[in-house]
């Protein structure tokens, strides 16, 4: 029977997530059919699985580091936040709807039976369940109704293991405080607790240890240092969004407010002759950059009025006056048509509302949910690659006779007619190493031919042994419990 260790964190970007990959991928090298689970997760950066569902990009990676195809029943509720008080709500891979966080609060605990349904399905092959919670368990205003963090492991019944993170300073209050301020119910379930992002020798850490296991009880599993390759791997929170590299071409990225698949930037910033350069908001978008990539957002209009607000349109207008080059993928391919038409008032209020202007393209809001992976050819180079589109909305319009992509025998895509303006639907685009490769020589960029899936690979692996060499895995083995039938 399946046995089940559920990991939460004395707060948001503690290290879950990767500490979550690590373990899978650990204990998949020690035989164990692994499986990764998350309740509730909140982030724009989505991933397509096998059943035609989505889910948090960080399960995404989780599954690969099982050795997994991603399903929709690893995330079962997944929140994509559309504004500062409302969410899109995705149960079960699929769209429910928008809720505002008071309603969303309201209809939670109706969710936990789909959560329960998800997590016994997706245990009944494996050995070993490693469930991430959400947040913090201590924030004890959300605990009723709670199915994210100890709401979730009391339903399951399982055991829990808290992370704390020492480079945020307090890890003695964040942990000791979490146990002061928990139900001992929710105290009970906690078997152990560990440290992570240590920066130095871990063995510095030892008397605060000791002093968190004498003042909750909980085994100490281990210091974790700072694990250096952690850029390698694609983020989830925008938090940690940042620019990367230092090579001679740059590729300047808006920020914009709901950021979505930014992992369509880690191949790039792999790259060593590349530089990314994320423009937080209020900063102008360079002028020495070589490409403008507007990313994918949860909210095209919202963000549409967010990158005026910032006068990055009038940046962009100086950049492509300049000869620049602009690529916008999704939500910024949509940006840069005409028109932008919402007749159902999905995004916001009803109506037609300007983009960009800089592709002959408009687009309806409207539609179900396009959820695919895709197999697609490059005109320019014939190179193919494998994608993704996770959108909604449609675009039709003049450029798009120059569309740039095949998808399955169908024009994606559009350019402008000196080609310097273009953009498609499809996320995942420059994970194809010879397509990247071919579409940074266009600005003179001199690629290295690196494997980037084998590099993701290498890291995960190298985030394993690095989890081995300093957490007790034996132990926390040990700890996790037979999930007992529903």
Known sequence: MAKAIMIQGTGSNVGKSMLVAGLCRAFTRRGYKVAPFKPQNMSNNAAVTQDGGEIGRAQALQARACGLSPHSDMNPVLLKPESESGAQVVVQGKR???????????????LMPKVLES?????????????????????TNLRKGDIANMGFAEAANLPVILIGDI???????????SHTVLSSEDRARIRGFAVNKFRGDPKLFEEGSKDIAQRTGWADLG???WFPEAHRLPAEDVMEISSRGRGKIKIAVPKLSRIANFDDLDPLAAEPDVTVQIVEPGQPLPGDADLVLIPGTKSTLGDLAF??????????????????HVLGICGGYQMLGQWIDDPEGIEGPKGR?????????????GGDKRLAEVVAT???????????????????????????LTVEGRPEGAASEDGRVMGCYLHGLFTADAFRAAYLARFGAETTGMNFDATVEQTLDALADHIEAHLDLDRIYALS??????
């Open 223 to 225: 210091t974790l240092p």
């Open 353 to 365: 509302h300007p983009g960009l202007g800089y592709l002959n393209i408009d687009t309806t809001m």
């Open 96 to 110: 429910m709807g928008t809720l505002k966080a008071r309603d969303y609060g309201q209809e939670k605990p109706n």
């Open 307 to 324: 990158f005026r607000a910032q006068g990055w349109d009038i940046d962009l207008h100086a950049h492509v006056r300049r000869g620049g």
């Open 119 to 139: 997590f016994h399905r997706l245990a009944a092959p494996a050995d070993l369940v490693v469930i991430e919670g959400a947040g913090s368990p201590a924030e």
């Open 167 to 177: 480079d945020r300073g307090g890890v003695i209050a964040q942990l000791v405080g």
């Open 378 to 404: 490059d005109h320019a180079s014939g190179h193919e690659l494998r994608a993704y589109e996770i959108h909604i909305g449609r675009t039709d319009g003049l450029d798009m006779a120059r569309a740039w």
């Open 481 to 486: 419990e037979v999930i007992k039938a529903v």
